[in-house]
Nanobody, 115 residues
Framework: QVQLVESGGGLVQAGGSLRLSCAASGSLFSINTLAWYRQAPGKQRELVAA???????NYANSVKGRFTISRDNAKNTVYLQMNSLKPEDTAVYLC?????????WGQGTQVTVSS
């Protein structure tokens, strides 16, 4: 069974930075796509960034140039480096592992950006 645990969220001022981590259990990590989503109150969940097993990445237009997704297969961990944070980045950030059978989700970590 796969478990994903996010960490690194918190309260930061606009313009600041945070680094989110998502640690995964199990042996599926290195062969699957990993992604970060976010959900703000009253809004739909949206894709923030994704990284394939080969290292290809894609980003939401709203975070391009500010956020960077990376993965460390030796540590079974995916990261999201967030720079130049804006109040509109405030949300619960969730990581997911996309496998052919199903997607696995973490519980999320709160990111709050004050103006």
């Amino acid at each position: 069974q796969v478990q994903l645990v996010e960490s690194g969220g918190g309260l930061v001022q606009a313009g600041g930075s945070l680094r989110l981590s998502c640690a995964a259990s199990g042996s599926l990590f290195s062969i699957n796509t990993l992604a970060w989503y976010r959900q703000a109150p009253g809004k739909q969940r949206e894709l923030v960034a994704a990284i394939t097993s080969g290292g290809s990445t894609n980003y939401a237009n709203s975070v391009k140039g500010r956020f960077t997704i990376s993965r460390d297969n030796a540590k079974n961990t995916v990261y999201l480096q967030m720079n130049s944070l804006k109040p509109e980045d405030t949300a619960v950030y969730l990581c997911t592992m996309e496998t052919p059978r199903r997607d696995y989700w973490g519980q999320g970590t709160q990111v709050t950006v004050s103006s």
